[in-house]
């Protein structure tokens, strides 16, 4: 049925269809299937519902509107990963707001500046964070509303657990494919933040895009370790898996114990990542090696180089070949989806050798983000793959003689622009081609 769903949507998607459609669609077709989790401190896991997702997405959007918020207006969201991230989320879509996803890591200055260029009327902020935007509050004066989603004893601060709007009063405004989904601040090479627009048209297109190579099903369990203002974790580990019913778990640290152990426990099927996670599994498969008998190394040396040999006539053995490895991380994984930085090719060839399936990517925020990835079938260990269906890459060189040059890329995935920047905009975007900064080439 997710399949079903999801990949009969890739026709159709870029012409009328609204994100109302689709987040419809998934809670009638989803209902009672765990939707999203999060491991508490005493090792349990508080678990959300598509249908309680939708519930409290419609109580947000409800709220929202009643608080005054307009289609168009900018809503904040500041907050570690969590299910509340994602409740916020797809409230503040229902009532046709504009998302400005905010890093927990930046400093008070920085969140003070995103939260004055977007002009944010509102803001959804977690424990965590609640003491920046509540030193800002005064040199804010457009943010009407804080909405928390833990009780920071405050009467002055809404809950965002107690938004319970009643059936006659739930509303949502209309929204369409090129309206501005969200505004993600990146600072790029310069320094200076600038605001990325991005619309429906853009997400739908990477959703579906994505969903073509990486198959997402009802069967899938995400695991979630990025932060959701990485556009990466937003289209590729929140809103495709979704689409399609997986479920997905939050976890609030990248330590690898604890990575592993909520892989087994949830029977992790594929997680979104970055290079430096991949790098610390390959590192403690290793470590762990070392620690063998010199005979053991020897076997396990042997067996690598049979299946690294394999692999060059696309020949997968690796988790025949090394079961005790895939055990540690649950033995359900299906893949790793890589990017945000260029993976050691020697960890990529190993850890496909071990039998774990990378998928390389390349992208950016301007592009919703992925441009280029790897597929199960085509994958090529060092380079980011091929481009999205719809999506052209062309490489402008200083000389034919080159091998490479700038990577430029055109298509649905490229952004409406920088938010009140045309200058900018103009200078990355020209005839219809995104100049991506990027030195790249095509090997095929």
Known sequence: MAEKFIHGMAKTILKNITIHDVLEAINKNYGDITALAIREKDGTYRKISYVEL???????????????????????????????????????ISCGAIIVPIDGKLREKEVQFILNDSQAKCIFVSGQHFETIDNLKTVLPHITHIIASDDVGRGDVILLKNLKMKEGEKKYNPIYPEDTALIVYTSGTTGVAKGVELSYRNLLFQVIGISEIVRYSTEDQFLSILPLNHMLEITGGMIAPLYAGSGITYCDTIKTTTLMAIMKETHTTAMVCVPLVLKMFHDGIMRKVEKLSPIKQNIFAGLLALSKGLLTFNIRIGKRLFPSVHQEFGGKLRCFISGGAPLNTEVERNLNALGFVVLQGYGLTETAPVISVNTFKYNKAGTVGIPLEGAEVKITKESADAKDGEILTRGPHVMKGYYKNPEKTAEVIRDGWLHTGDIGYLDG
């Not at 168009?72 to 509340?84: C, F, M, Q, T, W």
């Open 54 to 92: 939708g519930r409290r997405a419609v109580d947000v959007s409800s709220t929202l509107i009643k608080l005054g918020v307009e289609k168009g207006d900018r809503v904040a969201i500041l907050s570690e990963s969590k299910p509340e991230w994602v409740i916020a989320c797809f409230g503040i």
